[in-house]
């Protein structure tokens, strides 16, 4: 139990030295002075009832002996008046501090969180855990770390407060440390127990809170918001988060309820044990054993003292309920990125070839293969189909190549380097994608087709319209209220293209770029029979001397491909030509009569 103790006060400590290292690196001067400034408001009520206790024993005296000048207590007023504005202007002081650590603290956390989330390979936001570890640090976050580090300032304040305080006391009257430690203690004791019994709170229920907000955003997005109201079923999915959040809020009220009555017993209790003091004070005052600016000195040091022991308590208990959460982000920010630890390799001279052996692949936190013993080779420059039934793993095999998951079984070589060794960034350098479910992106025409190469289009519109008369997209653009600065998407503008047309726009975005290999996962799913018609023959005049991987389920388009891989249940069943695959007799050529069959019935 003791060795328990003691190893969570010194995580608790470490993870307090990170934080404030974190602060001190982001705003060094507003961190350190708001410590500074700490101790200096708990050295205020020192010097403020020493001041009074002066002022009070001197007109005691100067009474006594007969009529009291006003000069003479006027040094004793003005440390009064001093220490009082003093204290006021620290504790504004504070706060404007606090403000600005927090200003900077938002920006300059949050883009950290952001950096590492982007240098993190896509299958860490496949697990549900980590959808939930990046969903706490959302938000809140960088307000939890300053606010941690304003509660530790706090500590400081309360501490040096409380010290001073116990002196005063103690030195009036000892009996004071006596009865109010023994209360002291317990209720530090609770107020901790319940700071972490918040955090296994907010943790046991951060998988209801990731579903209240999926309900608001069912009821409030504009994709779902009209099906849902077709459906009828908005009641329904407000019954859901009704439920949701008074689960949630169940167990907020229960710790509230049991925090207001530890509270209430200790205000009670201490407060009867400093007024018990205080009398014993008083009869000594009448016995002139202590002077009237003892009584005086020690009633508001009484008050105080029970405030001070009160604000230490929430302070601490608070920065051990912050830890808590500041551990999520130090964990997340010292998540090694695949190739931090051993340096990865370079993708040098690819050519667009591609050599799959023995490929197995499970996503991760899943058991059953997706792909399993799958054998492929593509030749540079070839323009290679991949069909197959849903489900089969066409899309998650083009997403392997891509270099998404590198945690797979056997090997996947790009021009004869393995493909997990290579940096992710030059190999995605190498790569042009369009996904079935591709990017509308809230931002104008221009910049979504400059997104496929940022860094050489951002501030060459010329190349960008070029591309899309490439892709025979530069009439319908301009026919758009502002033309190529039109904002797409209704979150913020007010023009929302077609499926077909942002589907146009995903693929010039794919062509911006002059990678080497081009992969096509359902390119045409939202246009019609003669705009892909058109289409694939502008992809085949674009796609010359690239590596082209196409996936479809429009036998018309994959019949323009060299070779035809089909696949089933996760692996390479057949290759070959459009022709040699119907001349096989085998699934191919099964799927292409059934397709021509549909087409005819459609037709």
């Known amino acids: 139990m003791v060795d328990q103790i003691k190893q969570s006060i010194r995580e608790h400590l470490e993870l307090l030295a990170w934080s404030t290292r974190q602060m001190i690196g982001i705003a060094p001067w507003y961190t350190r002075i708001l410590f500074v400034l700490g101790v200096l408001s708990g050295l205020a009520p020192l010097l403020l009832f020493v001041a009074i206790r002066g002022l009070v024993d001197t007109h005691m005296v100067l009474s006594a002996q007969g009529p009291v000048a006003l000069a003479d207590m006027m040094p004793w007023f003005n440390l009064v008046a001093l220490v009082a504005v003093v204290e006021a202007l620290v504790a504004l002081l504070r706060k404007k501090v606090a403000s600005s650590l927090a200003a900077r603290a938002d920006l300059e956390i949050t883009t950290g969180v952001l950096k590492q989330a982007n240098q993190l390979d896509v299958a860490y936001f496949d697990l549900s855990q980590n959808q939930q570890e990046i969903s706490r640090l959302q938000g809140q976050i960088s307000n939890r770390l300053v606010e941690l580090v304003e509660r530790a300032a706090g500590v400081v304040c309360s501490t040096v407060q409380g010290l001073t305080l116990a002196i005063i006391l103690v030195l009036i009257e000892p009996l004071v440390i006596v009865l109010v430690a023994p209360l002291f203690i317990p209720y530090m004791i609770f107020q901790l127990k319940l700071s972490q019994h918040k955090v296994s709170h907010t943790l046991a229920h951060s998988e209801s809170r990731l579903r209240v907000d999926y309900y608001v955003g069912l009821l409030s997005d504009r994709l779902n918001s009209a099906e849902v109201r077709l459906l009828g079923i908005g009641p329904h999915i407000i019954a859901r988060f009704r439920r949701g959040v008074s689960g949630i809020r169940l167990g907020q009220r229960s710790k509230e309820n049991l925090d207001f009555a530890g509270s209430t017993l200790f205000a009670v209790l201490s407060l009867a044990a400093l007024f ?88 991760p936190g899943t058991d059953s293969l997706v792909l399993e013993n799958l054998n492929l080779s593509i030749k540079p420059g070839e323009t290679a189909a991949i069909v197959g039934d849903n489900g089969c793993g066409k899309s998650t095999l083009v997403k392997l190549i891509a270099g998404f998951y590198p945690e797979y079984e056997g090997s996947i070589r790009l021009s004869g380097q393995e493909l997990r060794d290579v940096v992710n960034a030059d190999l995605y350098r190498q790569v042009s994608f369009v996904f079935q479910e591709f990017g509308r992106y809230a931002a104008t025409v221009s910049e979504n087709i400059a997104y496929g190469d940022w860094q050489r289009l951002e501030h060459d519109r010329a190349a960008v319209e070029e591309l899309a008369q490439r892709v025979n997209l530069d009439e319908r653009i301009r026919a758009m209220p502002e033309g190529y600065d039109t904002l797409l998407g209704r979150k913020f503008g007010n023009y929302e293209p077609s499926g077909g047309m942002w589907q146009r726009i995903a693929i010039a975005r794919a062509f911006a770029s002059d990678a080497p290999l081009l992969i096509l996962d359902e390119p045409t799913a939202s246009v019609d029979v003669r705009s892909e018609f058109e289409l694939y023959r502008q992809l085949g005049r674009l796609a010359k001397d690239r590596t082209t991987i196409l996936i479809s389920h429009r036998f018309s388009t994959v019949t323009m491909a060299d070779r035809i891989f089909v696949m089933s249940k996760g692996r390479i069943v057949e290759q070959g030509s459009h022709q040699e695959l119907l001349e096989m007799g085998g699934y191919y050529a099964e799927l292409y009569k059934y397709y021509t069959f549909r087409m005819q019935f459609d037709g």
Not at 294 to 320: G, N, P, W
Not at 328 to 344: D, H, S
């Open 276 to 363: 018990y003091v205080f009398h014993i004070v008083l009869e000594a005052t009448l016995r002139q054993e202590a002077t009237m600016g003892d009584l005086i000195v020690f009633a508001a040091a009484m008050i105080r003292m029970r405030k001070t022991m009160e604000q230490f308590t929430q302070d601490v208990s608070t920065c051990v309920e912050q830890l808590g959460y500041v551990k999520f982000l130090r964990t997340f920010m010292e998540r090694v990125p695949r190739g931090a630890e051993a340096p990865l390799n370079t993708l040098e001279k690819f050519d667009g070839g591609i050599e799959i052996s023995g490929l197995n692949f499970r996503y």
